[in-house]
């Protein structure tokens, strides 16, 4: 007995430190995403979700046969990409990043000039990679893409699992054993029994968690079309990153051939007497800069490669040397009209969509959560009982039996539930008409920036950069027999690479705004 009792003691030991662990883990923070936990989403909680009644139907903790898909179901929800069997994208796969103009990129307003490069010279070669290309690509073999999509198949999985019927319960005894025999007693026969007991769904829980299953996997692929639209914008900034640095480069190797040939006409004239020590020096110096910028320019330029080429999952190998083929320059032309714009970016965002389906997944787990009141009716039949004689030598008796349990909804125990998913369809609401004004504002801010950047370059290409360089030729052509002066050159020169540096800033600021206001609208409204 006491070792029996010392065995009990140490059990309930390791009981009290086991529950002590259970309690200190459920009080962490939880993360994001857990790594192995089918629970958990990389696409975030979809919205409509409860939280309440995607637990064992009726919320009771003793349900005799557990007909319910378990307290991990429905994790998430479906959307606008409808994935055909098994789980692999269809044909017709869209990604909301459907044109509204025309893609190709034929050029912009009239050639140009960037200081002495002209604008045809800075798209790279012609094996480069394109826009196109890229996107293709990344949609194509983008990881994080990758590994995002495959929570579709897990929502259609939530699907079925929501479908799940309760399995039977087979039931077998034998009762009124004796201890001995029944020899001096009054007791009765042995009995042998088996009985079958099946749930039956009479008020159609089963078919409601399919709606909310069926609802959330349609909120799951329009999150994921959200995912891709937003992946598209970083391969926007990346690839615009690249562009820009090639642009830098070649800009700053202009600038500095320029200065060097000025530095060897400076050179001659200190030989000659007719310029000072001084002058020769700041242009060393300006060539000295200038290099010093070109090393960090061209370090920029494989940094922005190694991004691009991670997003795209590119060989690291090629990943500083792959050619990349664009214009900064662009289509030159007036966005479509606000209005337009506006009403595409709320009929197609998938982030709205989204929301919206968002919306019909709450009302869903409304009727879910109602139909959970009321737990299954269980039938039970029992097609064999055998009954010993009271005589030994007696032959045995047969008999049937059938019998029906009906839970009685005396207290509502999922009323709780019930209040909570009526408040998610109102928070669901809330929440689209937030996102809805926030669409408008973000498509109103990227069409006034490619706005402003439009009217800056051509003002700076029409106004400013031909004045700045009708300046530096100006000063750099002799005045009668006397040569130009070399600080009126440099100054001119400086204010030349300065203009032309602000063109390229907003070249780069313009192409920035098209593929912006493409994120905000969720269509290519520009190549």
Avoid: C
Avoid at 92 to 119: M, N, S
Avoid at 305 to 319: D, G, H, M, N
């Amino acid at each position: 007995m006491r070792l029996r009792e010392a065995l009990v003691i140490v059990l309930g030991l390791l009981a009290v430190a086991a529950g002590s662990v259970t309690a200190q883990e459920s009080g962490r923070a939880p993360t994001p995403v857990t790594p192995g936990d089918p629970r958990s989403s990389m696409l975030g909680e979809g919205p409509g979700a409860t939280g309440a009644v995607d637990r064992d139907p009726g919320g009771s903790d003793d349900v005799v046969i557990p007909v319910g898909p378990g307290p991990e179901y429905p994790r998430v929800p479906q959307g606008i990409t409808r994935t055909p069997e098994p789980f692999e994208p269809s044909t017709g796969f869209r990604l909301g990043i459907e044109p509204l103009a025309p893609t190709t990129d034929d050029g912009g307003a009239g050639p140009g000039r960037l200081g002495a490069v002209p604008l045809e010279e800075l798209e790279g070669p012609a094996d480069g990679l394109t826009i196109d290309q890229a996107m293709d690509r990344l949609l194509r073999f983008n990881l994080e893409l990758r590994a995002q999509a495959m929570e579709i198949p897990k929502a259609r999985a939530d699907v079925l699992t929501a479908g799940l019927r309760g399995n039977p319960l087979v039931y077998a005894d034998a009762a009124v054993i004796p201890y001995g025999d029944f020899e001096g007693s009054a007791g009765g026969p042995t009995e042998y029994a088996v009985n079958l007991t099946l749930p039956v769904d009479l008020n159609g829980k089963r078919r409601r968690r399919i709606a909310v299953a069926e609802a959330a996997r349609l909120v799951t692929e329009a999150l994921y079309q959200d995912a891709v639209r937003m992946q598209v914008d970083t391969l926007y900034t990346a690839w615009i990153d690249v562009l820009a640095s090639q642009a830098t480069i070649r800009f700053l190797e202009s600038g500095l051939r320029g200065l060097e040939e000025q530095r060897s006409q400076v050179e001659r004239q200190v030989r000659e007497g007719t310029s000072s020590r001084s002058e020769y020096n700041t242009i060393e110096i300006l060539i000295d800069s200038t290099d010093l910028t070109l090393l960090e320019a061209q370090e920029t330029s494989e940094d922005a490669k190694r991004t691009l080429a991670a997003l795209l999952s590119i060989p690291e190998a090629v990943a500083e040397t792959f050619p990349v083929r664009g214009s900064l320059r662009g289509l030159e032309l007036p966005p479509p009209p606000i209005d337009p714009l506006i009403r595409q970016a709320l009929a197609t965002r998938p982030d709205l969509v989204a929301f919206r389906l968002g919306v019909d997944r709450a009302r869903s787990e409304v009727k879910l959560a109602r139909a959970n009141r009321f737990e299954d009716v269980f039938l039970t039949y029992q097609p064999f009982t055998a009954q010993e004689g009271l005589v030994a030598g007696d032959r045995a008796s047969y008999a049937w039996a059938a019998g029906v349990t009906i839970p009685v909804p005396i207290f509502d125990r999922n009323q709780g539930n019930i209040a909570r998913a009526n408040q998610t369809v109102g928070q669901a609401m809330a929440q689209l008409a937030t996102l809805e004004r926030r669409v408008v504002l973000e498509v109103q801010r990227a069409e006034a920036a490619y706005s402003v950047t439009l009217a800056t370059i051509r003002r700076l290409h029409e106004e400013t950069l031909p004045a700045a360089e009708e300046n530096l030729h100006a000063s750099l052509r002799p005045a009668g027999p006397d040569e130009p002066d070399p600080v009126s050159s440099l100054e001119a020169r400086r204010a030349f690479d300065d203009v032309s540096r602000q063109y390229l800033d907003a070249l780069v600021r313009h192409r920035r705004s098209m593929f912006r206001l493409n994120t905000a609208v969720g269509a290519r409204v520009f190549p």
